[in-house]
Nanobody, 119 residues
């Protein structure tokens, strides 16, 4: 499975960006997809996730501002980010989980896309 993430960039405080993550290759049995982010000097943290059934979860810091969605026909996940703050500045990584068995999922990562929010 290969993941291609795009949509990052530089935006002003309060602005919006939309990230996309397209999966290709052996994309059968892709279950959850989602986004993590990592700021300089910080650990990678969960931003949002979505299951193949459409259930979503968000970090508290982005609830009400970010929306994750998914197009299963195109195997693409999206992250709509509104009301951006400087603290949202980070490299954003998308992931896709492939179901292997009832006790095993294999996680794939995209290459990361930089989001910078200026104050």
């Amino acid at each position: 499975v290969q993941l291609q993430a795009c949509g990052g960039g530089l935006v002003q405080y309060g602005g919006s960006l939309r990230l996309s993550c397209a999966a290709s290759g052996s994309i059968f049995s892709i279950s959850a997809m989602g986004w993590y982010r990592q700021a300089p000097g910080s650990q990678r943290e969960l931003v949002a996730g979505i299951t193949d059934g459409g259930s979503t979860n968000y970090a508290d810091s982005v609830k009400g501002r970010f929306t994750i969605s998914r197009d299963n026909t195109n195997n693409t996940a999206y992250l709509q980010m509104n009301s951006l703050k400087p603290e949202d500045t980070a490299v954003y990584y998308c992931h896709a989980d492939q179901f292997i068995s009832n006790s095993l999922n294999r996680r794939y990562w995209g290459q990361g896309t930089q989001v910078t929010v200026s104050s």
